[in-house]
């Protein structure tokens, strides 16, 4: 059986059979219909969503499946009256496939290692894979191949978002630069680096980590943003983390770094004036919308995906 954890451990075949489907579930969802037919997907939430929610839930229905939503917040789990390895246990006896949407890394691999079905990291502080798959099937459609091409990430390398792109960069011989402050609050954790590169030197990719913006995005083909604000950043550094990443803002000046043809992405949600100005982000560059309807499309991929290793 497979899981979805970290695309660290997803082979390029596996990746590329992924985008493969995700491609074809967006062309002729019509042939779909009844491929989650009494099929029961369960979605454990301990962060907030809009796009992880809708997405799932409604992939899983136009394929004739069944989503159910689960807060952790008012579950036996908050108030200590259940186990994550109880519940884990339980669930895999009443639904087909997992998918959980955690602070901590190691929750989500705890679930994996004891469940019955296969599971899916829709997001945690560590990694968001769902979210860089979504992100490698828009480049595809809009550049129309992957190897070769340059993505610049500015802002918070610290980041799930950064982490899950150097894997799934690496992986697809894309070249990758993060652009980001020095330190180790917001630089790429040390493993994943290190986990990236041993990829890159099979595949040919080339890592690059600066402090300077201008030279990440130089040339690029792709350049990339997130929020300087994920969900575990506590509110009151809000303010001091905005002078630290100003400097690393995607705007009109730095795009003009990037190549002529170059696309503008976020993952959404995001704030015109910090990460990115409204001009960037709401300009003819800008892939945004695309890169989310792409969600629905990529995790319905997954769940195909998943579902067929167990049938297997």
């Not at 913006?213 to 300087?228: E, I, M, P």
């Not at 969900?231 to 002078?243: A, L, N």
């Amino acid at each position: 059986m497979k899981h979805l954890i970290t695309l660290e451990n997803w082979s390029i075949a596996d990746l590329n059979a992924v985008l493969d489907l995700a491609d074809r579930v967006k062309s002729s969802p019509e042939n779909y219909l009844d491929a989650m037919r009494r099929k029961t997907l369960l979605m454990i939430f301990e962060k907030p969503s809009l796009r992880t929610r809708v997405s799932f839930e409604t992939g899983a229905t136009q394929m004739g499946g069944h989503a159910i939503f689960y807060d952790l917040a008012t579950s036996p789990l908050s108030s200590g009256k259940e186990n994550v390895a109880d519940l884990v246990r339980v669930v895999s006896r009443y639904v087909d496939i997992i998918m959980g949407r955690l602070f901590e890394q190691a929750h989500i691999e705890e679930m994996a290692n004891l469940a019955g079905v296969p599971v899916i990291n829709a997001l945690t502080n560590y990694e968001h894979p769902c979210q860089i798959l979504t992100d490698l099937q828009t480049i595809r459609e809009k550049k129309g191949a992957l190897k070769g091409l340059k993505l610049a990430y500015l802002g918070d390398g610290n980041n799930n978002v950064t982490h899950s792109l150097l894997f799934g960069c690496a992986k697809m011989g894309m070249h990758i630069s993060v652009g980001c402050p020095k330190g180790d609050e917001y630089e790429p954790l040390d493993a994943v680096l290190a986990g990236a590169r041993r990829i890159a030197k099979r595949t040919g990719s080339k890592i690059v980590v600066t402090d300077d913006a201008a030279l990440a995005a130089r040339d690029a083909d792709v350049v990339y943003t997130d929020s300087w604000m994920s969900y575990h950043i506590p509110q009151h550094k809000q303010e001091s983390r905005i002078k630290v990443f100003t400097p690393y803002q995607v705007n009109a000046k730095l795009m003009k770094q990037a190549r002529k043809d170059a696309i503008f992405m976020n993952c959404l949600p995001a704030v015109r004036g910090c990460e990115q100005t409204a001009e960037v982000i709401d300009g003819p560059q800008s892939v945004v919308f695309d890169q989310a309807e792409n969600r629905l499309h990529a995790q319905k991929a997954v769940m195909l995906k998943l579902l067929e290793s167990v049938e297997e």
